[in-house]
């Protein structure tokens, strides 16, 4: 069983039309959630770690908040250069202390002109 | 600052062919990781290490090994190269320690690896 389900899979919108990407997650205790970016044949880029519930970071026109089970990836008014894979991962508290994390699949963006 | 580096970018094996990917950071940290990337698979991690010498399995180990002999690298691998393990591989770093914002990971631009 996933530690980590990212939902949808693949998400097309339209330049301008807002949406949240979802990552929904079990673990015994959240050490920390991280969201990043990957481009077509390049690494994940780091944008946010959220630590406890009620946590929001903002760049740009990203916006990531974190509940106790769930961490969503608000996109407001987006455009083409938006379009990325966006990956979420967990950090469990009780994976011992070298701190691994457990990554989701990815939601694939494509934001149409 | 070059971050994180991966060498060789793409690389063709024959089956049973062995080869080692080589993977540099300079920020000084002190966690390395190997994760391959499959198509509906997401990362998966391979090995990784917390520090100069050490080295641990992480959830797809075998088929490859790691070696640690110097902090700022990392290298991965493959004894004998398999079909199976066609896929990308992206080493990433972290700069360890309990703190927050210690544990963000910093990812390499990913290497190619066909096994014909």
């Known amino acids: 069983e996933d530690q980590v389900t990212q939902s949808p899979e693949a998400l097309r919108l339209q330049e301008g039309e807002s949406s949240s990407l979802n990552c929904s997650y079990t673990?015994?205790?959240?050490?920390?959630l991280f969201w990043y970016r990957q481009d077509p044949g390049k690494g994940p880029e780091f944008l946010f770690t959220?630590?406890?519930a009620g946590e929001e970071k903002e760049k740009e026109r990203l916006k990531a908040t974190l509940t106790k089970k769930e961490s969503f990836l608000h996109i407001t008014a987006p455009k083409p250069e938006d379009s990325a894979t966006y990956l979420c991962?967990?950090?469990?508290?009780?994976?011992?202390?070298?701190?691994?994390?457990?990554f989701g699949r990815g939601t694939s963006l494509i934001v149409h002109p | 600052n070059a971050g994180v580096t991966q060498t060789p970018k793409f690389r063709v094996l024959k089956t049973g062919q062995s080869m080692t990917l080589l993977c540099a950071q300079d920020m000084n940290h002190e966690y390395m990781y190997w994760y391959r990337q499959d198509p509906g698979m997401g990362l998966r991690l391979i090995h990784y290490?917390?520090?100069?010498?050490?080295?641990a399995k992480g959830e797809v180990p075998d088929g490859y090994n790691v070696s640690r002999l110097k902090k700022q690298n990392f290298l991965l691998g493959l004894e004998s190269a398999a079909p199976s393990q066609t896929s990308v591989y992206f080493c990433a770093s972290s700069p360890g320690g309990r703190g927050r914002y210690q544990e963000t990971q910093y990812f390499g631009p990913g290497t190619r690896l066909l096994v014909l």
């Open positions: 991962a967990v950090k469990d508290r009780e994976s011992g202390g070298s701190y691994i994390p457990t």
């Open positions: 673990v015994s205790g959240l050490r920390g």
């Open positions: 290490s917390v520090g100069e010498g050490t080295t």
């Open positions: 959220l630590y406890s």
